[in-house]
């Protein structure tokens, strides 16, 4: 059973960047689809960026296409989420979560992190 940490939140000005990062402990890395949701307070859990195993393909949420990029490397166990041109309504707990196959549906993942504060002021 994998196991995931997410780190790299904080505090930033609108414009500014952040790169997330989600270490996973466990065997079988490779095999797993990697989520990144995120959730805004009174505001349902969303899909953010998912990655294949293989890194092949990439999804987005329309939100944040062109200013988030999804990458992993599977030598050190890892997917990132870099997010460029922030702004004040991506303000929110990042996830990052494990999977069988790539979807943005949050119940076909079935290992999540803690969580990481993003807040973006404006």
């Known amino acids: 059973q994998v196991q995931l940490a997410e780190s790299g939140g904080g505090l930033v000005q609108a414009g500014g960047s952040l790169r997330l990062s989600c270490a996973a402990s466990?065997?079988?890395?490779?095999?797993?689809?990697m989520g990144w949701f995120r959730q805004a307070p009174g505001k349902e859990r969303e899909f953010v960026s998912a990655?294949?195993?293989?890194?092949?393909?990439?999804m987005y949420a329309d939100s944040v296409k062109g200013r988030y990029t999804i990458s992993r490397d599977n030598a050190k166990g890892t997917v990132f989420l870099q997010m460029n041109s922030l702004k004040p309504e991506d303000t929110a707990v990042y996830y990052c979560?494990?999977?069988?196959?790539?979807?943005?549906?949050?119940?076909?993942?079935?290992?999540w992190g803690q969580g990481t504060q993003v807040t973006v002021s404006s």
């Open positions: 466990g065997r079988r890395f490779t095999t797993y689809a």
């Open positions: 990655i294949t195993g293989s890194g092949g393909r990439i």
């Open positions: 979560a494990a999977g069988l196959l790539i979807q943005s549906g949050a119940s076909g993942y079935h290992t």
